[in-house]
C-alpha cells in the first residue's frame, strides 16, 4: 500500500475543505515592510506605465513595482500630507485633493507642482474631496462648497444658486461613457451622516434621485462605480437606525442589495469597484463618532455568488477598506485604514511579475504559494521561498491523501523558486481530472496547497 504522511485527522479534514477554495496569496506593504508614509491609506489611482500613486494621512507615494517615491510637504510643493483623492489624466499628470486643513487642487507633472486653491483660482473650497477627469482632459472638482469643472484654463462653478444641485457637499464623481457626470451628494458629520441622494448632470440638466423619489435605499451615497453595460452601482451609507445598502441603477429599475436579502457583512459601502469581467469588489466600512474607521472586509459579487474576505480568512490586514482600484493584470490594489496597501488575486498569484517579484525578495520566512494557472491542464507551476539553506520536498497527493508523486527532495539555498508538475503521477501516466494538493517540508515548515485538474 501507498505510504500517506496524512493522519485520519488530517484526511477529513482535507476531505471537508475539498470544496472550499484555499485562501489565496496576499502581498501587504505597510510602513514596517516597505516606503508607504502611512498605514492609514485614503486613496489610489495607476496609471498608464503601471506605476501606484497612493495617497495616504502622511504624504503621496509612487511605486512602479520595484521603487517607492514618496512626496509630501518637507521634499515637495505638495501643500498638504492628507490626500483624500487622486485621478490621473491622459498626459500623465497625477491630480491630487486635499481635503484636511483646505489646502486645495494640486497637478504633478513628473518634475512640477502646481496648487489651485480659492486664492489663486476658482476653486470654490479649498476641501477637495474627489476628482473625475473626462476624455477631453476637463477636470471635475467635488469640494465642500459646490461642484467645479475646469479645461486647464477655465473655470465653471456649480452650486445650489446656479445649477439644480440640492446641496453644494459634494461626494464621489464618476463620469460615464455619454459623458455624464453622476455624483453623490453627502458628508459624514459629527453625530452621523447627511445627503442629499444621487445626481446626474449631462451637461445641461440635471436628476436628482433620493429616497422620497426613487429606490436608493440611502440618501447618503459613499461610492459610486459604472460597469460595462452602463449600469451603475452606488455604495449608500448612513447611520446605524438609517437604511442603507448597494443599489443597482440600470437608468430605469433599482435593485437593492443589503444584509437582509444578500451576504454582505454590513450596509454601508465605502468604496465599489468593478473588474474587466463585471465582478463587483465592495469595500464595507463605517465611520464612528471618533472620526475611525470600523471595518467589515472586502467582498466580491459575480452577481451570483457573494464572496467575503476579512482578516479571519485572508492576508486582508485590516477589515475597514477605503479603496479598490484593479489593474490590467487583475491584482486588486486595496487601501486600509491603519492596515497599510493589500494586494490580491483570487488566482492566488500577483501576476505583475516586478511586484510579485519585489514581494518574494522581501519575504523573510518560507512560503508556498498558490500553483497558476489553477484549474490547469496539464501543466501547473508551483513556485515556493526559503530564507535559509535546507532540505526541502515537495510531494503531491490525491483526495485520499496517497502520495501521487514527489516533484523534489533535495537541499537548496535561500532563495525563490519554480517548480512544474505536468499532471503525471511516479509512473508516467496522467492523472485523472479531480483535486489534488501539493504539500511542501522544509525544516520545521510545512504547507498545503489544493490545484484542480481538469482534462
Known sequence: MRRSIFSSIVLIQLLFTAGIAQNPEWVVYDTSNSDLPSNYVNSIAIDSSGTKWIGTNDGVASFDGTNWTVYNTSNSDLPYNSVESIAIDTNGNIWFGNWGSGSGLTSFDGTYWTVYDTSNSDLPSNHVSSIAIETDGTKWIGTNDGLASFDGTNWIVYDTSNSDLPDNRIGPIVIDSSGIKWMGI??????????????????????????????LPSDVVCSIAIDGSGNKWIGTGGWYEHPRGLALFDGTNWTVHDTSNSELPWNVITSISIEDNENIWIGASIHTLLRDMV????????????TVFDESNS???????????IADTGNKW???????????????IITEIDDYTHCRVLTTDFRLYQNFP?????????QYSLPEAGSVKLIIFDIRGQEVTTLLNTDKPPGNYDVQWNGMDRSGNLVSTGIYFCRIEAGEFSKTIKMLFLQ
Do not use: K
Open 334 to 348: 486595496i487601501g486600509t485604514w491603519a492596515g497599510g496597501l493589500a494586494v490580491f488575486n483570487e488566482g492566488g
Open 315 to 325: 492576508g486582508l490586514p485590516s477589515d475597514a477598506i477605503t479603496s479598490i482600484v
Open 374 to 382: 489553477n484549474p490547469f491542464n496539464p501543466t501547473t507551476t508551483i
Open 295 to 306: 471595518g467589515y472586509g472586502l467582498i466580491s459579487f459575480d452577481g451570483i455568488i457573494w
Open 186 to 215: 453627502s458628508i459624514y458629520v459629527f453625530a452621523g451622516s447627511w445627503g442629499h441622494g444621487l445626481v446626474s448632470f449631462d451637461g445641461t440638466n440635471w436628476t436628482v434621485y433620493d429616497t422620497s423619489n426613487s429606490d
